[in-house]
């Protein structure tokens, strides 16, 4: 079993800048997908950008060039650093960690972003 936990959601200003962080723990394969999904009330969940423990990156395009994904393998930690934000970024933001050899996906349970005009 794969434990995730979100922090460093919070309330920004338009314009402003926040750093998610998912500490991944428990049962790892060294091969994963690691990213982030956000859920705004009403809609369905969505992606935001993905890295693979290899480093390549996936990202939607109504965040590209505003929103970064990293990942630190020695701490099982991935990251996503959100620049510009607008209104329209307030979600719940989800972390999830794709086990690509026994094909499992784990999530974490949120952390919220609200952007105010």
């Known amino acids: 079993q794969v434990q995730l936990v979100e922090s460093g959601g919070g309330l920004v200003q338009a314009g402003g800048s926040l750093k998610l962080s998912c500490a991944a723990s428990g049962n790892i394969f060294s091969i994963n997908v690691m990213g982030w999904y956000r859920q705004a009330p009403g809609k369905q969940r969505e992606l935001v950008a993905t890295?693979?423990?290899?480093?390549?990156?996936n990202a939607a395009d109504s965040v590209k060039g505003r929103f970064t994904i990293s990942r630190d393998n020695t701490k099982n930690t991935v990251y996503l650093q959100l620049n510009s934000l607008k209104p329209e970024d307030t979600a719940t933001y989800y972390c999830?960690?794709?086990?690509?050899?026994?094909?499992?996906?784990?999530w974490g349970r949120g952390t919220q972003v609200t952007v105010n005009s």
């Open positions: 890295v693979t423990s290899g480093g390549s990156t």
């Open positions: 999830r960690m794709t086990d690509v050899v026994r094909n499992i996906n784990y």
